[in-house]
């Protein structure tokens, strides 16, 4: 999941239910007032409204892609204006003052510098206690929305929240590290050191392999000791085994000789390393 759907930030679902539209779209008659005050053509009271209402939801304007065409229609319904009228929401001029307008309606003040700085004020005190990244974002929307700003888009946030989550962590570091001694400093410094023969007791496996083959070369000598471990024995010595009558003795091809397998291992000098040979049960 992602940071996004894990905190708080307002968003508008795909679809409105009927009883949903009529509890959070309607509007109220001093609303009604305010778009026929603030507006001129039916396309513009539309407009007006419908980004009041949106903006009453999200604590912010939404982009033009964003509009549902469910509330649109709601809204035109209450306005009684038909469906050939549209939205005007593409003139830049005419968006910045009906958005200035919305801002004086509600006393929200607009994104701004003080607004960042009220959100890193927020989001260093959250992080010094809180480790979860939603749990921050969601501390510095609630310090937005109290102080009476607009939110921001959600990018804006997420680089607010690596901003304090690095300078909460870089500075609880270095008051901790203040506070010790330095003895204790060198006792920590004593845990990052590896001595050599540890190293070397990590490295022996009891099993090893060829890297590229992924299999054990066994070497000539190893096959020897095992022909003569599995051959009987007596006191008086190794009795070779009793031929068949009418079989020819098999003819012994002898096996070229193979280097044994090695263990790498991890290394404390580029010419020590230890050589295992070793069979593949």
């Known amino acids: 999941m992602a940071l996004y759907e894990k905190t708080v930030y307002p968003q508008l679902v795909a679809t409105f239910a009927a009883d949903e539209l009529e509890r959070y779209f309607t509007p109220t008659a001093e609303e009604l007032e305010f778009a026929n005050k603030g507006a001129r053509s039916n396309g513009s009271r539309l407009t007006l409204l419908t980004l009041w209402k949106l903006f009453q939801m999200l604590h912010r304007f939404p982009a033009s892609g ?3 065409a469910a509330v649109v229609q709601h809204i035109r319904i209450h306005l009684g204006i038909g469906d ?3 939205l005007e929401n593409n ?3 005419q968006r910045s003052r009906q958005y200035t307008a919305i801002r004086e309606y509600t006393s929200v003040k607009r994104w701004d510098k003080e607004a960042r700085h009220l ?3 927020a989001g260093y005190a959250a992080a010094l206690v809180m480790a979860r990244p939603a ?3 969601n501390a510095i929307i609630g310090a937005l929305i109290h102080a009476r700003y ?3 888009v959600f990018a804006t946030l997420e680089r607010i929240l690596h901003r304090v989550h690095a300078l909460a962590h870089r500075n609880t570091t270095k008051s901790v590290f203040r506070r010790l001694r ?3 400093r060198k006792a920590l410094d004593q845990l990052l050191v590896i001595g050599v023969d540890v190293s070397l007791q990590w490295a022996v496996a009891p099993r090893c392999c060829d890297c590229q083959s992924h ?3 066994v070497s000539s000598q190893c096959l020897g000791e095992l022909r003569q471990e599995g051959e009987p024995r007596s006191s008086g010595g190794v009795h070779p085994r009793p031929q068949s009558t009418g079989i020819p003795p098999a003819q012994h091809h002898p096996e070229p000789e193979r280097q044994p397998a090695q263990l790498m291992c991890l290394r404390t000098k580029p010419q020590e390393r230890p050589k295992i040979s070793c069979l593949r049960r």
Do not use: F, G, T
């Open 66 to 68: 964003e509009v549902p």
């Open 84 to 86: 050939d009228v549209m």
């Open 91 to 93: 003139d830049a001029v």
């Open 119 to 121: 959100a890193v004020a």
């Open 135 to 137: 749990d921050i974002v």
């Open 150 to 152: 607009e939110l921001p």
């Open 182 to 184: 330095s003895k204790d």
């Open 215 to 217: 299999s054990l070369q």
